[in-house]
């Protein structure tokens, strides 16, 4: 199939907590899904839109005009509102989008993306292109709340709320607010990154405290500088003692420097950072409005936990505790990111691509770890990867068509309700 370029109306939508039911109420998430299903597939074939992607509990729908998206999101609102209501998340924004037979890409699905992330469940958020669309609309009400900057998103995008009766209605902030809180919502511990740390290196301390040890070379590196001087002062007096009595006490020294070499070794890369990366301490002292300190060391060391099993290949218990991390932040790039490995691991592509997504939303920017983790070869080797570089990524595809004349169909005089 030729790829086809294409102006549309992008709906985003994602179930609010749906990750963790699925472990904690297995039977009742199904029971959702369906319904879920049910619903969208109705309210789709009402309003003429398409849903192209169904990536676990996210939905990503085209539409040929932004009225219908908005009527259809409008209903589908309405429809989960029933007993037992689901907690529906809709961003939608109108923009270029290319498809083909590997999928649907383009920079309008990511901003809509990011718009149906900051929604709150039960509302509509839209950007000013489907507002300036539906200003007119006879029934469909909205309001304004700002320009936000949006995660990985050039520029800064007016956005706004629908109103209807039965809609959720966010709390009015100021763009400057929402700038602020975003910035505090970013994940607050470092990705375990097995070599693409920033800042200090743990293979860089640990070739010191093997070839340099006795100097006290590591700890000035680790910035240790207390540390530095006593390993110097011990080192001069083993020396001097070492000359008087004729006996290698020096050998001590040594010894240590090879013990440290190997703790630092062996040491996992999160705790490293942690410990001796002053950018990722601050990100893991910072805590939320309402956490305490203590809930915060809790949240740290179930991470490492989860790592742990992750890396001893019980990938199943390692999404339980994966997830009760983003039942606290749903935004912690990093649980989102192993996450991705572990669906992947377990040829989950919908839920892998869900989590690679999400992690990206949320901060997480090594790039290069997503083309070469052996944990994510098996999402690699699906067709719609390649629009996931091209989207998430930043990867040019191999070409693109030229923009056709007619980039917006007509349709009908809009439906009412």
Request: proline share 4%; glycine share 6%; net charge neutral.
């Amino acid at each position: 199939m030729t790829a086809k370029r294409q102006l549309a109306a992008i709906m985003y939508c994602d179930i609010a907590g749906f990750s963790n039911l699925k472990y904690s109420d297995s039977l009742l998430a199904e029971q959702i899904r369906t319904r879920h299903l049910t619903v969208f597939t109705e309210a789709h074939e009402k309003y003429h839109g398409k849903i192209t992607q169904h990536l676990g509990d996210t939905t990503l729908s085209i539409f040929q005009n932004a009225a219908e998206a908005v009527e259809c999101a409008y209903y589908i609102q309405l429809e989960l509102r029933r007993n037992p209501e689901i907690p529906l998340r809709v961003g939608i924004h109108s923009g270029e989008i290319v498809h083909d037979d590997q999928g649907v890409y383009g920079d309008g699905l990511k901003v809509a993306s990011r718009v149906e992330r900051m929604s709150e469940p039960g509302s509509i958020l839209i950007t000013a292109k489907v507002h300036d669309d539906v200003k007119s609309h006879p029934w469909i009400t909205s309001q304004n709340l700002g320009t936000y900057k949006l995660d990985d998103v050039d520029g800064e995008k007016e956005l706004y709320v629908v109103t209807n009766r039965g809609l959720v209605v966010p709390s009015y902030r100021s763009p400057s607010e929402h700038r602020d809180q975003s910035t505090l919502v970013q994940s607050d511990v470092p990705v375990e990154n097995s070599g693409y740390t920033e800042g200090k290196s743990k293979l860089v301390a640990a070739l010191l405290a093997l070839l340099l040890g006795p100097t006290g070379a590591h700890r000035f590196y680790l910035g240790q500088r207390f540390r530095a001087f006593l390993y110097i002062a011990a080192t001069t007096i083993l020396t001097i003692i070492s000359f008087e009595e004729h006996a290698p006490y020096l050998l001590i020294m040594f010894i240590v420097s090879l013990l440290d070499a190997v703790l630092l070794a062996v040491m996992p890369s999160i705790e490293f950072d942690i410990k001796f990366n002053e950018k990722w301490r601050k990100r893991v002292g910072t805590q939320k409005k309402g956490e305490s300190k203590k809930e915060n060391i809790v949240t740290f060391r179930l991470l490492k936990e989860a790592v742990k099993k992750f890396e001893s290949k019980q990938f199943d218990q390692a999404v339980v505790l994966f997830d009760r991390i983003l039942v606290k932040d749903k935004r912690n790039a990093v649980a989102h990111f192993y996450l991705a490995c572990c669906f992947s691991m377990l040829r989950d592509s919908d839920d892998a691509f869900y989590h690679l997504e999400a992690a990206i939303g949320s901060g997480f920017e090594d790039f290069d770890r997503i083309e070469e983790d052996k944990a994510l070869k098996y999402i690699r080797t699906q067709s719609r990867f390649q629009a996931f570089r091209h989207t998430y990524l930043k990867v040019p595809l191999a070409s693109l068509p030229s923009p056709s004349s007619n980039l917006l169909d007509k349709r009908p005089p809009l439906s009412s309700i």
